[in-house]
């Protein structure tokens, strides 16, 4: 087991996540404007359909964890696995269908400075520091972000919710600081529900809004799913290269990767819809 200091305290790895709970949106985006936002990494966009990509974004609490408790707010792309090979449109829906694909964490906003000095260290997340806002009753849950408290993304949520399966763990891939990590990770879901469309986004101000609006948001969800009950443990980031020369994703040479550990458990951001 390995372990590693933050800020003067010892995790070790895999890092636990004992009780959570999320609120996500899946939503469809022309896959045009979504693309520059991969660049960096050397990744391609999975497409469901030609022409179009999927987006996450969502709010999770973290109520008891290695790392502490916090929140944090996601905005990820579904991507192909890295050394995937070319692919028709038609194999590349297929790959969608069967969770053989992989999640590009883009922004990370958290709450906890130690959580995002571990998140940045450990897994190259991209975490940075916002403040999170909370309320809820009978018809729904609303949460906001909000950066020197100017509000960027605001969502509300509705109630009711219909039970659906546990989704998969489809493997997380970040930059920073130049190199591609990939990380493995389970999780053991409970309490899952969903709807179609059921969230309301409001932009705010700030770059993460107008990249945002870039992608054609605000607009209907294609589903909006809360995870009651989140447990997960996230292992050690593998490095796989540092951009796109190294990174081969539909490359004729490309070898498909190893299935990770968690690989076919549930995920708090999975992008299936």
Request: proline share 10%.
């Given at each position: 087991?390995?372990?590693i200091?933050?800020d003067g305290?010892?995790?070790?790895l895999?890092?636990?996540v004992?009780?959570?709970?999320n609120?996500?949106?899946?939503?469809m985006?022309p896959?045009a404007?979504?693309?520059?936002?991969?660049?960096p990494?050397g990744?391609?966009?999975?497409?469901?359909?030609?022409?179009?990509?999927l987006?996450?974004?969502?709010?999770?609490e973290y109520?008891?964890?290695?790392?502490?408790?916090y929140?944090?707010?996601m905005?990820?792309?579904?991507?192909?696995?890295?050394?995937a090979?070319p692919?028709t449109?038609r194999?590349?829906?297929a790959?969608v269908r069967?969770s053989r694909v992989g999640v590009?964490?883009h922004?990370?906003?958290v709450?906890?400075?130690f959580?995002?000095?571990?998140?940045?260290?450990i897994?190259?997340?991209?975490?940075?520091?916002?403040?999170?806002e909370?309320t809820g009753?009978?018809?729904?849950?609303t949460?906001?972000?909000?950066?020197?408290?100017?509000p960027m993304?605001?969502?509300r949520?509705?109630a009711?919710?219909?039970?659906?399966?546990?989704?998969?763990?489809?493997?997380t891939?970040?930059?920073?600081?130049?190199?591609?990590?990939m990380?493995p990770?389970e999780t053991?879901?409970k309490?899952v529900?969903g709807?179609?469309?059921g969230?309301?986004?409001?932009l705010g101000?700030?770059?993460l809004a107008?990249e945002?609006?870039?992608?054609?948001l605000?607009?209907?969800?294609l589903?909006s799913?809360r995870v009651?009950?989140?447990?997960?443990?996230f292992?050690?980031?593998q490095p796989?290269?540092?951009?796109p020369a190294?990174?081969?994703?539909?490359?004729?040479?490309g070898?498909p990767p190893?299935?990770q550990p968690g690989q076919k458990e549930?995920a708090?951001?999975?992008e299936?819809t």
């Open positions: 087991m390995a372990a200091s933050i305290t010892t995790l070790r895999p890092i636990e004992r009780k959570a709970r609120w996500v949106a899946n939503y985006v896959a404007p979504a693309r520059p936002l991969l660049a990494t990744l391609t966009l999975a497409e469901p359909r030609p022409g179009k990509a987006l996450t974004l969502g709010f999770v109520e008891d964890s290695d790392l502490g408790p929140h944090e707010f905005v990820t792309l579904l991507v192909r696995l890295h050394g090979p692919a449109a194999r590349r829906a790959e069967k590009y964490i922004r990370l906003p709450d906890s400075k959580s995002l000095d571990a998140g940045r260290t897994w190259g997340y991209p975490k940075t520091l916002a403040s999170f909370r009753d009978g018809l729904g849950t949460w906001v972000l909000r950066r020197e408290g100017e993304v605001r969502m949520f509705s009711p919710w219909f039970p659906m399966p546990r989704p998969p763990a489809p493997p891939y970040t930059i920073l600081d130049g190199t591609v990590r990380t990770w053991r879901s309490d529900k709807r179609p469309g969230v309301r986004l409001t101000t700030g770059a107008d945002l609006r870039s992608l054609g605000p607009k209907r969800a589903l799913m009651g009950h989140l447990r997960a443990r292992f050690a980031a796989i290269g540092g951009g190294s990174v081969s994703s539909g490359s004729p040479a070898e190893v299935e549930s708090d951001a999975r299936n």
